[in-house]
């Protein structure tokens, strides 16, 4: 009988993330994203941490030396299509990821910026946001914040100043492109707006709200888009995808 080797066709994504105990988030939902989509993951532990849906109970941060480590001997032995990063804990961390990818320049890299748990727990402290901003940024090829993450990231500016224009600041720290979920604004509309933004487009993509929440949202729509573009779909099909996935994802809690 012969065997099939998949790993000789599927594409490898190296995620670097923490992860969340009850399941709902972090790793697990990257993994699990990333396997229906039959994309190979690799990964570089960043955080374990203890978790319910309604608590961060516990947070333990590795060395920066091991997070390094780990991604150092994920691209030794796969060929890393595209790289996912969820939460990096704290600043030596960020530092570390940022050194470990400037020996891998030609591989894409989507960040989704994890600063708070749903339950409202911290998975970056402040001296870890801005060393994402100084340091992790120019490396990045997508951001996907939500709402507050855009403000927070952005927080110099006023208070009436557009997404738009949010979006074009952290493109001027580095970023190629910003992802700006919509599901946090007015929670009675009938429509979320995602608006994908690079230095020459911003491209407006709508759907239904669904009347569902759901942990793990942004974990997998980032990881959605990492095996879309592992695939080597261009970003704006990435993104299309993506949204469907997590569609997908949000229709199987209803
Ligand atoms: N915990 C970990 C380890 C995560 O990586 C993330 C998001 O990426 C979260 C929690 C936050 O997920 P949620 O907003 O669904 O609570």
Redesign the pocket.
Known sequence: MSMRNVSATSPVVLVI????SSG????VRDIATMTALNVEVACAVT?V?A?TDQRVSAVLCLSPEMVQQQIHDAFATRHIAAVKI??LGNAAIVQAVALALQQHDDVPVIL?P?LL???GGV?LDAAGVDALMSQLLPRVTLLTPNLPELHYLTAGYAAQTSLEQRARYLIKQGVQAVLVKGGHAEPHADEVVDMLVTVQTCIPMAASRLPVQR?????TLASAIAASLARGSDLIAACQQGRQVVLAYLQGAE
């Open positions: 993330a923490g992860t969340d709902g988030a972090g790793l955080a941490t978790q969820g939460m989704d994890v748990s749903s339950s998975l942990r793990g949202t942004g974990c």
